[in-house]
């Protein structure tokens, strides 16, 4: 297994090296761009999730991870942190809480915190799990069972339908302990049509390349799934490569990275501007922090310091009002069809 | 400094060739996306046509540009190999099926 950044003490685990290298580079700003389409300063529609990020540490070390996270980050938020996130969720009306890490599992607070958003009434809780977090530990065994109690919807990650691409980025013998979780959550219904419980896959591509058509890579995942393990999800996310943290390490390692952010800013798709999931999501860093969105906060970029910068001082309507804050990682959401974690945004 | 006739760079001035005859240029570029427009075969299905073209004329600016594209539209890397296997079985067969002209020339002039 592979070392975080972090517990290798690399020059890139540093924020603002990460931010520096970036806004260094040879291409147009992110905010020039933004001005010639008139879309500067770029402003949120309405907040619809709020994603919490509620830990970085995970049983995975992906090569191409945008958190870093690893079993060596001990930045887990605390269950008063948690209360804080209700409250605001009970008190705002957002519909869409969205738990992310790390394995957000792996937190100890984490099956009290939905249960709480459960018992609140929360629109739609989505758990981003990375599928063999079930598998480590019999502890975690019954988790399809759990979220299936509180209608979890549950998005998890699986780069590609082979194990080789799919080891070689997310660690040896992943791909068959995913199958194994996938059929796991199959069996309580997940992925199965009217059940009510959703099971939809994020694909992101295996190296500096942009991800294709989304509709035709579901199709892809859907046939070859059924096919050769009897899986059935819902949907298929397309996500693109963030150029921070460890995939900035492999763009720079594998001298990729003038080559990525030049198809990146080529590939530069007004019509993806709509949806920028930015626009529409609050992000919570586990000492409850605000961001726009979990990338900002892996660089260490708060939401801009004339709205609430802390949970504890949540303001919904000075929020939406804000400025967002961007940087030249922001045109990987611009590429092509759009990127999102809710999938491609241009479609 | 080494020097080589393919400069990678270059392939990022392919649209350059427009400079010298820009009426031609400008109907070979409208053209090219036109084939590569989904239509009868899928956009995934003329990529692959075009990395197993590339490695026929050996093209190492069409190699990259399309080893790139077929992955970004999901072929997998044993799919990308198959194409190109197509490819130089052709290239192969097309050598060794003119064998029969060699076969017939000689049984014509030997006893």
């Known amino acids: 297994m592979i070392k975080s950044l972090h517990a290798r003490q690399h020059a890139l685990a540093q924020q603002e090296r990460q931010v520096?290298?970036?806004?260094?580079?040879?291409?147009?700003?992110?905010?020039e761009k933004l001005e010639t389409i008139g879309f500067w300063p770029l402003k949120p529609s309405t907040i619809e999730i709020f994603q919490v990020n509620v830990g970085y540490m995970c049983n995975q070390v992906c090569k191409h991870c945008h958190v870093d996270a690893g079993p060596?980050?001990?930045?887990?938020?605390?269950?008063?942190?948690m209360q804080l996130c209700l409250d605001v969720l009970k008190q705002s009306k957002i519909k869409t809480l969205d738990?992310?890490?790390?394995?957000?599992e792996l937190n100890p607070n984490?099956?009290?915190?939905?249960?709480?958003?459960?018992?609140?009434?929360?629109?739609?809780?989505?758990?981003?799990?990375?599928?063999?977090?079930?598998?480590?530990?019999?502890?975690?065994?019954?988790?399809?069972?759990?979220?299936?109690?509180?209608?979890?919807?549950?998005?998890?990650?699986?780069?590609?339908?082979?194990?080789?691409?799919?080891?070689?980025?997310?660690g040896d013998g992943v791909f068959e302990k995913s199958i194994k979780a996938l059929k796991m959550l199959n069996a309580v219904g997940y992925g199965e049509v009217d059940s009510g419980l959703i099971l939809d896959?994020?694909?992101?591509?295996?190296?500096?390349?942009?991800?294709?058509?989304?509709?035709?890579?579901?199709?892809?995942?859907?046939?070859?799934?059924?096919?050769?393990?009897?899986?059935?999800?819902n949907n298929l996310f397309t996500i693109?490569?963030?150029?921070?943290?460890?995939?900035?390490?492999?763009?720079?390692?594998?001298?990729?990275?003038?080559?990525?952010?030049?198809?990146?800013?080529?590939?530069?798709?007004?019509?993806?501007?709509?949806?920028?999931?930015?626009?529409?999501?609050?992000?919570?860093?586990?000492?409850?922090?605000?961001?726009?969105c979990d990338f900002n906060q892996m660089l260490g970029l708060k939401v801009n310091k004339n709205a609430p910068q802390h949970i504890s001082n949540f303001d919904l309507d000075q929020l939406t009002n804000r400025e967002i804050v961007i940087g030249q990682h922001c045109y990987a959401c611009t590429a092509g069809a759009g990127s999102s974690c809710q999938g491609a945004t241009a479609n | 400094m080494e020097q080589t006739y393919y400069n990678p760079a270059d392939l990022k001035k392919f649209g350059n060739i427009s400079e010298w005859e820009e009426n031609l240029g400008k109907k070979f570029f409208?053209?090219?996306?036109?084939?590569?427009?989904?239509?009868?075969?899928?956009?995934r299905e003329k990529s692959l046509i075009a990395l197993a073209v590339a490695h026929t004329v050996q093209c190492p600016y069409c190699i990259d540009a399309y080893t790139q594209d077929t992955l970004e539209k999901g072929?997998?890397?044993?799919?990308?190999?198959?194409?190109?296997?197509?490819?130089?079985?052709?290239?192969?067969?097309?050598?060794?099926?003119?064998s029969v002209q060699m076969m017939n020339k000689a049984k014509k002039l030997s006893m």
Request: with cysteine; proline share 4%; charged share 25%.
């Open chain 1, 99 to 104: 738990i992310t890490g790390g394995a957000p």
């Open chain 2, 30 to 43: 409208d053209w090219y996306g036109d084939v590569f427009k989904e239509g009868a075969l899928t956009a």
């Open chain 1, 20 to 31: 520096a290298l970036l806004e260094a580079g040879q291409q147009p700003s992110f905010k």
């Open chain 1, 110 to 170: 984490f099956r009290w915190f939905v249960e709480e958003a459960s018992k609140i009434g929360v629109g739609e809780i989505i758990v981003r799990s990375n599928l063999t977090i079930i598998l480590s530990n019999p502890k975690y065994h019954d988790l399809p069972d759990f979220f299936k109690q509180h209608k979890v919807r549950v998005v998890s990650s699986l780069p590609f339908y082979d194990a080789s691409k799919t080891d070689r980025q997310r």
């Open chain 1, 240 to 292: 693109t490569n963030i150029p921070i943290s460890r995939f900035l390490d492999f763009l720079i390692a594998t001298e990729n990275y003038e080559e990525y952010m030049e198809k990146l800013v080529n590939a530069f798709n007004p019509v993806a501007i709509e949806g920028l999931m930015c626009r529409n999501t609050i992000s919570v860093d586990w000492q409850g922090f605000l961001y726009d």
């Open chain 1, 201 to 233: 896959l994020v694909y992101n591509p295996t190296g500096a390349f942009l991800p294709g058509d989304q509709m035709q890579l579901e199709r892809d995942f859907k046939m070859s799934l059924k096919k050769n393990h009897d899986i059935d999800f």
């Open chain 1, 72 to 81: 060596d980050r001990k930045e887990i938020m605390t269950r008063e942190t």
């Open chain 2, 75 to 98: 072929v997998t890397e044993q799919g990308m190999m198959e194409a190109v296997h197509v490819a130089a079985a052709i290239r192969s067969g097309s050598s060794l099926v003119h």
